[in-house]
């Protein structure tokens, strides 16, 4: 439909020929590119003059497009019209929802999703192309026009101050009044239930095209209701930024409750969106919070003990001028002290053995922590000694002989053998190991043989 007319001194001082363009454009909702080139040439209009008539334009509701976008959208109309262009100065009525799901079990659903509404700004591609027009003069192309972002203060942008730039694009956006948030919701229901019939159901032609046009419609009405409650994700997001997270982070994340609120919103019970909306954000950032605050993840239910247990501490503090006992706590909390102890055991930041101490920077905290199950250097020379001595003294036993014995005390993985796994790893009988073993012990308690193992008996 086409909004309030654009009446600016720039527009009553411009040429005729850019006056005819502007009656064009609220008639129809929208301009070509190429219009709007020809008419800026043939008026003389500066770059800076531009800047704001396409600004009025876009905030006016006429949306800026090409002439192939021009050609699409009217099309689409005529063959959802049965062939029946629209003319020139009217925009072709949508169909609602209800006719085009009304076949069979779609029925249903289908009949509470009207859609004369509006397009919001997100149905039309090129309805942001004024702030890419404004930026590149008047050579504008049908891809940047579709790519463009919401018109934005330049100083803003220049400035890089993204929360800023944030907080300007979403205020831009006009807020929803009930019915119209109902509407919206009607469409966004009638277009996941076409999406559920497109999926699960093997259809006409004629009927998956209607499905899939009001499945769009249902994603435009999504689109639009999120856009149009983004200011509300911020309102509770400034709650929780002094939180170690930062402004934007926390928006983000309030975001996607905000999205989970569009798909579970019921307008049948009569509440407005922002009541229904507001818990499923805070759980969203709180969601957040405990999924990218701490190093190492702790459960919701933990967090809010915790910070239960720092607002009872920090009470306690300024009640008794020190530091409260596990015990005290424990009392205030109604837990146990081991419980609480345990919380402030949780409660601890994760340090790296890596981050560095020190001004030269040079020292890590893991050089300064003592390896208590590291063996010490001395008795790893003795062992390597010892080592070597007990295989020069078994080459004194024949090979066979060598082996049972580094089976048996282990000295080849440090694992003892038992003589029934020794006899199946050579082919032979326990009693045999047993004799072998008999014999090599004998040999090696020879003076000769033990005395170069008695200084590692000591």
């Not at 006429?62 to 009217?90: C, F, N, V």
């Given at each position: ?86 003319p020139a100065k009217k925009r072709a009525p949508r169909r609602t929802p209800g006719k085009t799901a009304a076949p069979g079990k779609a029925a249903a659903p289908g009949k509470t999703a009207p859609s004369k509404s509006a ?340």
């Amino acid at each position: 439909m086409p909004r309030s007319a654009v009446e600016t001194p720039l527009t009553e001082s411009a040429g005729p020929a850019l006056n005819e363009l502007l009656k064009r454009g609220r008639a129809q909702g929208r301009l070509s590119l190429d219009e709007v080139r020809g008419a800026f040439e043939s008026a003389g209009i500066s770059p800076a003059q531009g800047r704001s008539i396409l600004r009025e334009l876009s905030e006016a509701g006429i949306s800026l497009a090409g002439e192939s976008d021009t050609a699409r959208t009217m099309a689409a109309a005529a063959d959802h019209h049965g062939g029946e262009t629209a003319p020139a100065k009217k925009r072709a009525p949508r169909r609602t929802p209800g006719k085009t799901a009304a076949p069979g079990k779609a029925a249903a659903p289908g009949k509470t999703a009207p859609s004369k509404s509006a397009p919001s700004k997100s149905a039309t591609p090129g309805g942001d192309a004024a702030g890419a027009a404004a930026d590149e003069g008047f050579e504008v192309t049908e891809v940047e026009a579709a790519d463009a972002p919401a018109d934005l203060d330049d100083q803003s942008t220049a400035m890089g101050d993204s929360v800023h730039t944030y907080l300007k694009a979403i205020g831009r956006r006009q807020l929803l009044t009930a019915e119209q948030e109902v509407d919206l919701a009607k469409r966004i229901e009638a277009g996941l239930y076409a999406e559920h019939k497109l999926e699960t159901e093997d259809l006409s032609p004629r009927l998956r095209a209607d499905l899939e046009w009001v499945a769009a419609d249902g994603r435009r009405a999504k689109a639009h209701m999120l856009e149009a409650n983004l200011r509300l994700v911020v309102s509770v997001a400034k709650k929780y930024s002094d939180r170690g997270l930062s402004l934007l982070d926390v928006v983000q994340e309030g975001n996607l409750g905000l999205i989970r609120a569009v798909e579970k919103f019921d307008y049948s019970k009569g509440y407005k969106f922002s009541t229904y909306a507001m818990w499923w954000i805070r759980q969203a950032i709180q969601r957040g919070f405990a999924d990218s605050a701490r190093t190492i993840r702790l459960p919701v239910h933990v967090l809010e003990m915790l910070s239960k247990l720092s607002r009872v501490e920090r009470d306690m503090h300024q009640r008794l001028g020190r530091e409260p006992t596990p015990e005290e706590l424990a009392t205030e909390l109604d837990k146990s002290p081991e419980q609480v102890r345990e919380l402030l055991r949780t409660s601890r930041q994760p340090i790296s053995l890596d981050s560095t101490i020190g001004e030269d920077g040079e020292t890590r905290i893991g050089d300064l922590i003592e390896d208590t199950d590291s063996p010490e250097a001395a008795e790893l020379v003795d062992r390597q000694l010892m080592a070597e001595q007990l295989r020069r003294t078994l080459d004194i036993l024949s090979p066979r002989e060598a082996k049972i014995m580094a089976m048996r005390f282990g000295l080849y993985d440090g694992t003892p053998r038992t003589l029934d796994e020794i006899g199946k790893a050579l082919g032979l009988t326990r009693e045999r190991i047993r004799q072998l073993e008999k014999e090599s012990l004998s040999k090696l308690r020879h003076p000769s043989n033990a005395r170069p193992l008695l200084d590692f008996a000591v």
